[in-house]
């Protein structure tokens, strides 16, 4: 029987800066700079949906414009081993919008 893995450690906030604008410069590649959003008070709005108990703010936002760009930043994230996790309105009650 093997033992359960332990929890992945957050990384520290240098780890994160660093990973951030790793992924910033490569989805840059992808979409305009206009549709990033990476700065804490742009990235707190979508923390969360309706469902507001559990909070997590993305490292980056990405708003693609069109199929081109959306099949971009998803390859791209793919090949960053970055996760997705797609939102609509984020309105809904049921944490749909969470990681």
Known sequence: MSSPSSPTPAPSAAERAQRQQQV???????????????????TTPY?????TAYRQRP???CLPETEEE???????CHRLQVPVVAR???????????P
């Open 59 to 61: 490292l980056v936002v």
């Open 70 to 76: 959306v099949q971009a930043v998803l390859q791209t």
């Open 24 to 42: 910033v410069q490569a989805l840059l590649s992808c979409v305009p700079e206009h549709a990033l959003l990476w700065q804490t008070e742009d």
């Open 47 to 51: 923390e969360c949906d309706g469902l």
């Open 88 to 98: 609509g309105a984020g309105t809904g009650l049921s944490g749909g919008a969470m």
